[in-house]
């Protein structure tokens, strides 16, 4: 069984930055593609960016791109989250998923393995 620890969340005022982490352990961390998803309170969970095995092809939701990017460090076993310009709508729990099919996908139903989330709080 995969497991995925995230770090990173908090409280952030509008138009600053934050970084989140996650760090899955075993050893063919770089075989999955990962992804981040987020569910804010009362609202179904959205995708928010994923990356490939690699890290040179990488996709994100229209909310976001330009503001967050995604990165992976295979040698730490870890995947980043890095969120500027961030907004009161950002506010949600955030969530790092483990694709072993290694596709760079939107859809939750295609990930396997999940972290325990952290919340992101922007106010205003």
């Known amino acids: 069984q995969v497991q995925l620890v995230e770090s990173g969340g908090g409280l952030v005022q509008a138009g600053g930055s934050l970084r989140l982490s996650c760090t899955a352990s075993?050893?063919?961390?770089?075989?999955?593609?990962m992804g981040w998803f987020r569910q804010a309170f009362g609202k179904k969970r959205e995708f928010v960016g994923a990356i490939n095995r690699s890290g040179g092809m990488r996709d994100y939701s229209d909310s976001v791109k330009g503001r967050f990017t995604i990165s992976r460090d295979n040698a730490k076993n870890t995947v980043y989250l890095q969120m500027n310009s961030l907004k009161p709508e950002d506010t949600a729990v955030y969530y790092c998923?483990?694709?072993?099919?290694?596709?760079?996908?939107?859809?939750?139903?295609?990930?396997?393995?999940w972290g325990q989330g952290t919340q992101v709080t922007v106010s205003s």
């Open positions: 075993g050893s063919t961390f770089s075989r999955y593609a």
């Open positions: 998923a483990a694709d072993l099919y290694g596709s760079v996908s939107p859809s939750s139903e295609n990930y396997d393995y």
